[in-house]
């Protein structure tokens, strides 16, 4: 019994190591982990089915359906799934010009705090765009956005994306603290 516990043990290492093996040492305890799981459930389940038959695969079957690893791992795909936007595509491009979004302002009228507020919303308007050509409309708005804070502030808005800057965040601390240095 030891000597299958250390051979499949070994063989799991091996096979691990070489797929896991390039995200060095981040990647050692999920490499000891499976290591060890495969190293004494494999001979456990292959002593089941040798000792009780059909008996030990039904048993097998069963406590591996049931592991809360393989659980968890349905439920999140599941999970994702359901999660994922639709976007379904245009059937007329008329209907979607008719439907759209309003137009949106002259962005040299806006001023700063404007300006970035809009760039916000149209964050939340990308994430709710039902159709590929809602999303690209939205997009082409978002890069006028930025357009304009390059414009007004290219240290600015250099300076926001920098720090990390997410498609979500707020740029106006970054375009208003440059344009005050700069004025």
Known sequence: ????????AMATAVVTSSAWGGDGW???R???RVTLAAGVITPAAVGLIATLGFAGVLIVVILAA???ALTSLVHARRQAK??????????DSATSLATGPAPAPELGSLDDAALCLAWRQSFRRLETAR???ERLSVVEQRQRYLD??????PQGLAAWLASGAR????PLPYVDDARRRAG
């Open 148 to 153: 304009e804070l390059h414009r007004r502030s």
């Open 30 to 32: 999920r490499i000891v």
């Open 82 to 91: 359901a999660d994922t936007p639709v976007v379904r595509p245009e059937s």
């Open 131 to 133: 159709t590929a050509a």
């Open 167 to 170: 498609a979500s965040g707020n």
């Open 1 to 8: 019994m030891v000597i299958s516990v250390v051979t499949v």
């Open 66 to 68: 049931t592991t809360p």
């Open 26 to 28: 981040r990647a050692t």
